[in-house]
């Protein structure tokens, strides 16, 4: 089993940053990719970012490109999410996930088999 923590929000206003951390532990850990997805009041989880754990791969979310940065310290079993001009419409609760293996897409809620608890990003206008 695998468990993941993430920890680095809070409350920021427009045109700040926060650095989410998403700390993994259980079993001797490895996956295919770990991913930052996140959930505003009323709407469905959506993809932010994902990058893959033994190679380079990225990628985000149009709304996030050029502002938020995923990144990863394989030695600390750790993702962490830069986010940078952070926007009202940010605000949402933030999850990490890992995917255990490839699943054809890194962009779907479904294709990840492990979730954290979520840690609350707001920003005020």
């Known amino acids: 089993q695998v468990q993941l923590v993430e920890s680095g929000g809070g409350l920021v206003q427009a045109g700040g940053s926060l650095r989410l951390s998403c700390a993994a532990s259980?079993?001797?850990?490895?996956?295919?990719?770990l991913g930052w997805f996140r959930q505003a009041p009323g709407k469905e989880r959506e993809f932010v970012a994902a990058?893959?754990?033994?190679?380079?791969?990225?990628w985000y979310a149009d709304s996030v490109k050029g502002r938020f940065t995923i990144s990863r310290d394989n030695a600390k079993n750790t993702v962490y999410l830069q986010m940078n001009s952070l926007k009202p419409e940010d605000t949402a609760v933030y999850y990490c996930?890992?995917?255990?293996?490839?699943?054809?897409?890194?962009?779907?809620?479904?294709?990840?088999?492990?979730w954290g608890q979520g840690t609350q990003v707001t920003v005020s206008s």
């Open positions: 996930a890992a995917q255990d293996s490839y699943r054809g897409s890194v962009y779907y809620t479904a294709g990840y088999d492990y």
């Open positions: 259980g079993r001797t850990f490895s996956a295919y990719a």
């Open positions: 990058v893959r754990w033994n190679f380079s791969s990225t």
